[in-house]
C-alpha cells in the first residue's frame, strides 16, 4: 500500500526559499513518476514538477510557472523526493501535495488524473 507524507510547508516572505520532503512508502518510491502538485483556494489542482523513477531514467518536467525557480529531486536511499523552492513570490501560495504511481496517460506527467497515491499536503504561504 503506498503511502506518502507531505514535510517543510511554511510561511515565509516573497523571495525567500523552501524545500518540502515528500516521504514515501518502500515500494512507492520505485513509482513510474512522483510528482509535486498545488491547489490554491478556488483554484484546481496543477502539476508542479515530476520526476521519473531511476530505472527509466530519472527525468524531471516542470511547469512553465516554476521553471527556473523550482526543483525536484528524489533520494532512494532514504525514500524521499524533495522540492527545493527559491525566489517564492505570493502566486506560489496553495497547499502542496505530492503524488506517486500514475496509471495511464503517462505522457502527461503534470495531470493530476490517474495518479494511484496522494499525500495529505503541507501548506505554503508567501506573503509580499
Known amino acids: 500500500q503506498g503511502q506518502l507524507m507531505e514535510s517543510g510547508g511554511a510561511s515565509v516572505q516573497a523571495g525567500g526559499s523552501l524545500r518540502l520532503s515528500c516521504s514515501a512508502s518502500g515500494a512507492t518510491i520505485n513509482s513510474n513518476y512522483i510528482t509535486w502538485f498545488r491547489q490554491a483556494p478556488g483554484k484546481e489542482r496543477e502539476g508542479v514538477a515530476a520526476?521519473?523513477?531511476?530505472?527509466?531514467?530519472?527525468?524531471?518536467y516542470y511547469a512553465d510557472s516554476v521553471k527556473g525557480r523550482f526543483t525536484i529531486s528524489r533520494d532512494n536511499t532514504k525514500n524521499m523526493v524533495y522540492l527545493q523552492m527559491n525566489n517564492l513570490q505570493p502566486v506560489d501560495t496553495a497547499m502542496y501535495y505530492c503524488?506517486?504511481?500514475?496509471?495511464?496517460?503517462?505522457?502527461?506527467?503534470?495531470?493530476?488524473?490517474?495518479?494511484?497515491?496522494w499525500g495529505q499536503g503541507t501548506q505554503v504561504t508567501v506573503s509580499s
Open positions: 520526476i521519473l523513477s531511476a530505472a527509466v531514467g530519472g527525468s524531471t
Open positions: 503524488a506517486a504511481d500514475k496509471t495511464k496517460n503517462w505522457y502527461l506527467p503534470l495531470s493530476p488524473r490517474d495518479y494511484k497515491f
